[in-house]
């Protein structure tokens, strides 16, 4: 019976079974994704966060315990330059496991492991929400404050108007109505003057042209007589 024993032997020895989690932490720190089965996967995520985490002290000392499990050089220079600087301000969860379908072979449950800060699809997509988020709440906050005001401004005139136009509420609309009513009636009589003004000129236009066959007989005449003689 297994009680409370919490490791995965994996079906292997002790010797076998660190030396395939190294291979994979290394593989892991290099890639940054690769493809295992799930239960390898767990245990891999528990093997390597904490060389991770180790990677935000850059001393020699570290760097010497991180070598000691991963036996690679290569590994451990990716990890405490590039992987470094992406976590330092993660305080934990390097990791990711995503599911995907079984295996054909065996059945065996298949998933990616993957580190946290390199998958640039998710990071955008983070991104995005938060940024939605953010607008959404300020709207609603702006909204709630331009209505309260509103109502306020609304509010305001009509308690005022209440109070001071109780006792002239009668007399007030009669008298604005003829007034309105008065100039719009004495506008049009005025106009229709000024349209007659013009018609008296047209005769004045007529005069000149009475004008010209008067003058156009007597040249008529004086052509005649010449002829005759």
Same mark, same amino acid.
């Given at each position: 019976?297994?009680?409370?024993?919490?490791?995965?032997?994996?079906?292997?020895?002790?010797?076998?079974?660190?030396?395939?989690?190294?291979?994979?932490?290394?593989?892991?720190?290099?890639?940054?994704?690769?493809?295992?089965?799930?239960?390898?996967?767990?245990?891999?995520?528990?093997?390597?966060?904490?060389?991770?985490?180790?990677?935000?002290?850059?001393?020699?000392?570290?760097?010497?315990?991180?070598?000691?499990?991963?036996?690679?050089?290569?590994?451990?220079?990716?990890?405490?330059?590039?992987?470094?600087?992406?976590?330092?301000?993660?305080?934990?969860?390097?990791?990711?496991?995503?599911?995907?379908?079984?295996?054909?072979?065996?059945?065996?449950?298949?998933?990616?492991?993957?580190?946290?800060?390199?998958?640039?699809?998710?990071?955008?997509?983070?991104?995005?929400?938060?940024?939605?988020?953010?607008?959404?709440?300020?709207?609603?906050?702006?909204?709630?404050?331009?209505?309260?005001?509103?109502?306020?401004?609304?509010?305001?005139?009509?308690?005022?108007?209440?109070?001071?136009?109780?006792?002239?509420?009668?007399?007030?609309? @009669?008298? %604005?109505?003829?007034?309105?009513? *008065?100039? !719009? $009636?004495?506008? =049009? +009589? #005025?106009?229709? /003057? &000024?349209?007659?003004?013009? @018609?008296? %000129?047209?005769?004045?236009?007529? *005069?000149? !042209? $009475?004008?010209? =066959? +008067? #003058?156009?007989? /007597? &040249?008529?005449?004086?052509? @005649?007589?010449?002829?005759?003689?």
């Amino acid at each position: 019976m297994r009680h409370r024993k919490k490791v995965n032997h994996l079906g292997r020895k002790s010797a076998h079974r660190q030396a395939m989690l190294s291979n994979m932490a290394t593989s892991l720190i290099l890639h940054k994704r690769i493809k295992t089965t799930l239960q390898k996967a767990k245990a891999l995520r528990i093997y390597v966060e904490p060389l991770i985490n180790r990677s935000k002290d850059n001393t020699t000392h570290s760097r010497r315990i991180v070598f000691s499990y991963l036996q690679s050089k290569e590994a451990v220079t990716e990890l405490f330059r590039s992987v470094a600087d992406k976590i330092g301000d993660r305080p934990g969860g390097y990791t990711r496991i995503l599911k995907i379908e079984n295996r054909l072979g065996d059945n065996a449950e298949m998933c990616y492991i993957e580190l946290v800060d390199f998958n640039e699809n998710m990071l955008k997509k983070t991104e995005a929400e938060t940024k939605k988020s953010a607008t959404r709440r300020a709207g609603k906050k702006s909204s709630g404050k331009s209505e309260t005001t509103e109502k306020q401004k609304a509010e305001a005139p009509m308690f005022e108007s209440s109070r001071t136009d109780s006792p002239i509420t009668e007399e007030t609309p @009669e008298t %604005t109505e003829p007034e309105a009513t *008065e100039p !719009e $009636t004495t506008e =049009p +009589e #005025t106009t229709e /003057p &000024e349209a007659t003004e013009p @018609e008296a %000129t047209e005769p004045e236009t007529t *005069e000149p !042209e $009475t004008t010209e =066959p +008067e #003058t156009t007989e /007597p &040249e008529t005449s004086q052509e @005649e007589k010449p002829e005759e003689a």
